[in-house]
C-alpha cells in the first residue's frame, strides 16, 4: 500500500533498532512518517515536545517491556495523562505478560506482535484510520 502523501507521524518505540527501522519501513510504505524512541522515557519526552510545537502524532506503537527502564504501558500512561486522546498499540514477541486490565484502561487499541510484518502494520493503519 504505497501512498505518496504523508497521512501523519506515528512515534515507534523499541529497545531494539532492527524493530525500529522494520517499524518505520512498513509505516512509511503505508503512507506515514515514524520517530523512535529507544524506551519509554525518550517517547514520553518526544511525544511531549511534540503536542508543544502543535505536532500531535497520529498513533504510538509502544513495545511492553524494555529491561531496566521504562516500558509501554507506563509509557502510555503518562502520555494519556496530556493526551486523553492518543492512540496506542503495544507491541510485544510474547503477549502472555499483557494486563488486559490496564490495556482497557488505557484504551491501548491493539496489540501489535513481534516480528512485524507488513500485514500487521496494514491492520494497524486500518484501526488508526486518517488523521
Do not use: H, W
Amino acid at each position: 500500500m504505497q501512498n505518496d502523501q504523508c497521512r501523519g507521524r506515528v512515534l515507534v518505540m523499541d529497545d531494539d533498532e532492527d524493530i525500529r527501522m522494520i517499524a518505520g519501513f512498513y509505516l512509511e510504505r503505508c503512507g506515514f512518517s515514524a520517530d523512535f524512541a529507544e524506551d519509554g522515557k525518550q517517547a514520553v519526552e518526544l511525544y511531549g515536545t511534540a503536542l508543544s510545537q502543535g505536532r500531535r502524532y497520529a498513533a504510538v506503537i509502544m513495545d511492553l517491556s524494555v529491561p531496566g527502564r521504562m516500558g509501554g504501558l507506563e509509557a502510555i500512561a503518562r502520555i494519556t495523562e496530556v493526551d486523553p486522546n492518543l492512540i496506542a498499540f503495544i507491541s510485544s514477541g510474547s503477549t502472555e505478560f499483557l494486563d488486559q486490565v490496564e490495556m482497557e484502561r488505557l484504551s491501548i487499541r491493539g496489540i501489535l506482535p513481534k516480528p512485524f510484518r507488513e500485514n500487521d502494520i496494514s491492520q494497524l493503519i486500518e484501526a488508526i484510520g486518517t488523521p
